[in-house]
Each structure stands twice: as structure tokens, then as C-alpha cells.
């Protein structure tokens, strides 16, 4: 190997590594500028979107309709939100990080190939925790632009919900929040008002966070597993 080509290498390996070490740093500073709010949204971003991947998938779309599904039911909830309680611009947009999240969960969901019955139980499973993970990030978010504590509720049933309602409706089925026997809105109501009790008495708000999620998750589960519902009309 000559000099220029041995000098040729040096450089090319140390901008490499310069350029790793930087990307490193720049996701370590990312990840220690959030707080536990903003972790819990993005946590909540992909696993909807990888619902949305998923149903996509039952649907036999393509990965541009699935992307599609994946960002309405990540983000169709939020934006609903936003938009009632008047925050402008809308959570997602100039949020690189939001949009980059979305295509990284299509492309994850797109590379695991599993049969049908797999994909619907991983879909409940994901969608269980998607609900408790919106529902508290809902509720926050109203606190935090001056709504009250009844009308936070309500937007955090909204952020949980509606973007799965969107997302049922371009797959042309029934909402699973309108169906009997699914508790979906109740599990974040009982859910998402435990919240707002602890809240209340002051726990701290990391903990109350991740309970309230527990709950939400454990209601949905539990209720489709032992066929709860709510009485007909």
C-alpha cells in the first residue's frame, strides 16, 4: 500500500468515526433534552403506527398505503386534539423526529412477515398499550394549555381513539370503539380519571404516568379475554 493510499484510508476512517461518534451524540442530546411527556408521545408514535402497518398488512396494501395508515393512526388522534383545543401548528408538523419514527415502524413491520392470526393478536396486544401510552399524553397536553381537568379526560379519549377510528374507516370496517364488547374508550376513561386522581393528591408524576398506562392496557386486556361489555341499548 503506498503513502497517498495509506493517507486516503486514515482520513476516510476517521471522518467515519467522527461521523458516528457525532450521530451518537446528537441522539444521546436528543434523548436527555426530553422529558418523560415526550419520550411517552414518541413511545406511543410508533407502536400506533406499527398498528396501522399491521392492519395495512391484513388489508393487503402497499407500503405507500401502509405508511399512510400508519401516520393516520399514530397522529389522526392528536391532531383531532390540537386542533379543539387550539394549538397551531399541530404537533407533527416540524417534527422531523415524529416523521422519521412513522417510516422507521413501516419499515420494521414491513420486513416481519407472520400469518394472519399472529398479525391480529400482535395488533391487540400493540394497540392495548398505544391506548394507555395516547390516553396520558392527551390528558397532559390539555393540562398544559390551560383546560380543565373533565375536558383533559375527554381530549385524552380523543388522542387514544380517534386515530384508530380514522384508521378502521380507510380499512372499511366498524371503529372498534363502537363495537359491544371491546370496552376501548372505557379502559382510558377509568384509566386516564385514576390519572388525574393521583395527579391530584401529588404522587409523582412519573409513576402516575406509567400506572395510568398499566391500567389502560390491563382493562383492554382483561375485558377482551373475559368478553366484558358495556349493557346494549
Do not use: H
Not at 411527556?37 to 406511543?44: A, D, K, R, S, V
Amino acid at each position: 500500500m503506498t503513502v497517498f493510499n495509506k493517507f486516503v484510508k486514515s482520513k476516510v476512517t476517521s471522518i467515519i468515526l467522527g461521523s458516528s461518534k457525532e450521530i451518537r451524540i446528537t441522539f444521546v442530546s436528543i434523548f436527555d433534552s426530553m422529558d418523560a411527556l415526550q419520550i411517552i408521545t414518541y413511545t406511543g408514535v410508533f407502536v400506533f403506527a406499527v398498528t396501522g402497518v399491521l392492519k395495512a398488512r391484513t388489508k393487503r396494501f402497499d407500503i405507500f398505503g401502509a405508511s399512510v395508515l400508519a401516520f393516520v393512526t399514530a397522529y389522526g388522534g392528536g391532531t383531532i386534539r390540537d386542533l379543539l383545543i387550539g394549538i397551531r401548528p399541530v404537533n407533527w408538523v416540524n417534527d422531523n423526529i415524529a416523521i422519521f419514527i412513522v417510516l422507521a415502524s413501516t419499515v420494521v413491520a414491513f420486513f416481519f412477515k407472520m400469518n394472519t392470526n399472529i398479525i391480529k393478536k400482535l395488533i391487540f396486544l400493540v394497540d392495548a398499550f398505544g391506548i394507555g401510552l395516547f390516553t396520558i399524553v392527551g390528558i397532559q397536553v390539555a393540562l398544559r394549555s390551560g383546560i380543565s381537568s373533565g375536558y383533559a379526560l375527554v381530549m385524552g379519549i380523543i388522542t387514544a381513539t380517534f386515530g384508530g377510528l380514522l384508521a378502521d374507516v380507510l380499512c372499511n370496517k366498524v371503529p372498534s370503539i363502537l363495537k359491544p364488547g371491546e370496552l376501548y374508550a372505557t379502559a382510558c376513561l377509568i384509566g386516564g380519571s385514576l390519572y388525574l386522581l393521583m395527579l391530584k393528591y401529588d404522587f409523582q408524576s412519573e409513576i402516575s404516568m406509567l400506572i395510568g398506562i398499566l391500567i389502560i392496557a390491563s382493562i383492554r386486556i382483561f375485558a377482551i379475554r373475559k368478553k366484558l361489555q358495556l349493557p346494549r341499548i
